[in-house]
C-alpha cells in the first residue's frame, strides 16, 4: 500500500500539463494577501532574524527544526495585520507552509487526513523553550538590522509601559506575574523612536504587573548601553510621562548618558513645581500664545510661560540641576479656561530661551508627541498585534511571543514607510526576489498525477485552465463538424446512386458523373 507521495517542485511542467488539460488537484492558498510584507520580511533580512531565533532551552531534536517554528509562529503574530483571517489558516496553508520549509508531501500528507500540519499548542510549547538570553539575543539582532540600515530616524525618543492582565478566574499559575489592586499580571515597558510616521521600538522589558517601570527603563537603558555605547551618542531626547518622576534620575540621565529628558512634574507639591507656580504669578513673566488642534478637544488656544535654570532637588533636598519649567494652559477660542483640563508643568534639560514663542512651544511639542506611543503605537499593537493575548502560562513563552510580535511591529511599519503604495505597484519595488517562487501573488498550490507541484496566481490558474477547455471545446467542434459532414456526405452519396438507378443509368455512368 502506498504510504507517502514525492513531489517535484516544476512549474513548467505543471504549466504545460495544466495547458494540455490533463488531471490534476488544486487548493488555494492565502499567501497571495500577504506576500508584500512576507517578502519585505525576507528581502531586508527581518525574516532570517526571526527564524534563527535559537530554542535554547530544548534538550534534543525530536520533532520539527526550530527555524520552521519560528516561521510558523511568525506567520501565525501575521494574522493579527488583519490579512490572513485566523491562525488555524495559516497552520494549514500549503503555499505558507511551504514557505517556512515544509515539504510537499508533508503538507499532502496533512491535508488528505483533513488535519492541520502543525497543532497551535505546538507552538505554545516551542515559544517556551526559548529562554530570556535568546529572545533578548534576537531581539538585538533586530535592532542592529534597523541601526544599519538606518531606518531609525531622529534622535527623540520616548518611554511608555502598558499593563497586560490576566482575565478574571484565569489568575492561578501564570509564571513571574505579579498582583497590583485588583489586576494581576504582567508590565510591558518600551523605548520608541517617536519620528511621526516612522515609530520604531528599540527596546522593551517585561516584569511583573507591580514592578517599578523605572527600574524596567533601567534595565532596558543596561542593554542599550551594553549594544550600541552610551547613550547620548545617538539619542537626543528622551520623552517620558510622571510615573518615570525623580530628581536623581533625571540629573543622572542628563550628566552620565548625555541624553536630554522631557517630562512633566510628579505632582503639583514638588519643589520644581511650586517655584514655576510662584514665578508664574509675576507681572514680569512673559506669555506666549498659540493655537492648536487636538482629536478630541477639537481647536484650543494654549497660553504657555518658560523659567529657565530651576533647582531640581530630590527627596534629601540635594539639587540635581539646573532644569527649565514651561507652564501651558489650555482655553476655548473665546478666552474661557477649560475647566477639566490641568496646569501643565512641563520640566526639560534643555536649552529654552523664554523670550522665544517657538522654542518654548517646542518643549510642549515634544510632550505631546509622547502620545504616539500611548495612543498610537500601544493601540496598534493591542488592536492589530493582539499584545495583551498570553502565550501561555509560562514566561519564556509570554516573553518569546513579546519578541516576535515587537520585531513584526517594527517591520511592518518600515514595510508601510517604504512601500505605501497597493501591493500591485509596491510588489515589483522590492529590490530582489527571495530564493525560489515566493512572490507574485501565488495563490492556488496544483499537485499532478506525476508528482509535480507549482504554485500560480489566481489570474494565472484562470487563464491556463480557459485556455485548455478552450481548446477542448474547438476540439470537440471540429470532430463534430467533421462526421457531420460526412453523414451528409453519405447521406448525398446515396440519394444520387438511388435517382440514377431509377432513371436506368447504368453504374458506371453514375460514378463517372460522381
Known amino acids: 500500500m502506498k504510504t507517502w507521495q514525492l513531489w517535484r517542485e516544476d512549474k513548467a511542467a505543471v504549466t504545460r500539463q495544466l495547458e494540455e488539460g490533463l488531471r490534476h488537484e488544486g487548493h488555494n492558498s492565502a499567501f497571495g494577501d500577504n506576500d508584500l510584507i512576507i517578502g519585505f520580511l525576507m528581502v531586508e533580512g527581518f525574516w532570517s532574524v526571526l527564524t534563527e531565533t535559537k530554542a535554547d532551552l530544548l534538550k534534543k531534536e525530536n520533532g520539527y527544526p526550530p527555524r520552521l517554528l519560528n516561521g510558523l509562529c511568525a506567520l501565525r503574530e501575521l494574522a493579527g495585520v488583519e490579512r490572513i483571517a485566523q491562525s488555524g489558516k495559516i497552520l494549514g496553508d500549503e503555499a505558507l507552509l511551504r514557505l517556512v520549509g515544509f515539504q510537499a508531501e508533508q503538507i499532502e500528507a496533512a491535508r488528505s487526513d483533513g488535519r492541520l500540519r502543525v497543532d497551535p499548542e505546538t507552538l505554545s510549547n516551542h515559544l517556551s523553550r526559548i529562554s530570556a538570553e535568546s529572545a533578548q539575543g ?23 509601559g502598558t499593563d497586560i492582565t490576566i482575565p478574571y478566574g484565569q489568575k492561578e499559575n501564570y509564571e513571574g506575574s505579579e498582583k497590583r489592586g485588583e489586576g494581576v499580571g504582567y508590565k510591558l515597558v518600551v ?119 530651576l533647582p531640581l532637588y530630590d527627596g534629601e533636598n ?30 526639560t534639560s534643555l536649552p529654552v530661551d523664554p523670550a522665544d514663542e517657538q522654542s518654548v512651544q517646542q518643549i510642549r511639542t515634544y510632550y505631546r508627541r509622547r502620545w504616539s506611543v500611548e495612543n498610537q503605537g500601544f493601540w496598534v499593537l ?41 501591493f500591485q505597484k509596491e510588489l515589483p519595488r522590492l529590490k530582489r526576489p527571495p530564493k525560489g517562487e515566493r512572490l507574485g501573488k501565488p495563490s492556488i498550490m496544483i499537485y499532478t498525477p506525476d508528482g509535480r507541484v507549482g504554485s500560480f496566481q489566481a489570474n494565472e490558474y484562470q487563464r491556463l485552465i480557459t485556455a485548455s477547455v478552450t481548446r477542448e471545446v474547438t476540439t470537440a467542434v471540429e470532430k463534430a463538424t467533421r462526421e457531420a459532414t460526412q453523414v451528409e456526405a453519405k447521406k448525398n452519396l446515396k440519394d444520387v446512386i ?14 463517372r458523373e460522381l
Open 382 to 422: 493591542t488592536k492589530r498585534w493582539n499584545l495583551d493575548a498570553l502565550a501561555g502560562r509560562n514566561l519564556n513563552a509570554i516573553r518569546a511571543r513579546l519578541n516576535f510580535v515587537l520585531q513584526l511591529y517594527n517591520a511592518e511599519n518600515c514595510c508601510a514607510w517604504k512601500h505605501p503604495g497597493s
Open 318 to 347: 540635594k539639587d540635581h540641576g539646573p532644569c527649565q519649567v514651561v507652564i501651558a494652559e489650555e482655553y476655548d477660542l473665546k478666552g474661557r479656561r477649560l475647566p477639566e483640563r490641568p496646569r501643565f508643568r512641563y520640566v
Open 191 to 309: 523605548v520608541l523612536n517617536i519620528d511621526e510616521g516612522h515609530e520604531r521600538v528599540v527596546g522593551w522589558a517585561l516584569g511583573g504587573l507591580a514592578r517599578s517601570e523605572k527600574a524596567m527603563l533601567k534595565e532596558i537603558f543596561k542593554g542599550l548601553r551594553e549594544q550600541f555605547g552610551r547613550l547620548g551618542d545617538w539619542m537626543d531626547v528622551l520623552v517620558m510621562d510622571r510615573g518615570y518622576w525623580g530628581a536623581e534620575f533625571l540629573g543622572e540621565l542628563k550628566r552620565s548618558e548625555g541624553v536630554d529628558y522631557v517630562t512633566r512634574t510628579r505632582d503639583d507639591e514638588v519643589d520644581v513645581a511650586r517655584e514655576a507656580d510662584g514665578l508664574a504669578r509675576l507681572e514680569s513673566t512673559k506669555w506666549h500664545e498659540a493655537g492648536e488642534q487636538h482629536s478630541r478637544l477639537g481647536p484650543m488656544l494654549v497660553r504657555m510661560a518658560c523659567f529657565s535654570d
Open 138 to 160: 534576537s531581539w538585538w539582532e533586530h535592532v542592529r538590522l534597523l541601526r544599519a540600515k538606518r531606518w531609525y530616524r531622529g534622535g527623540v525618543y520616548a518611554v511608555d
Open 498 to 511: 438511388s435517382k440514377g438507378l431509377q432513371e436506368g443509368k447504368k453504374i458506371e455512368d453514375i460514378l
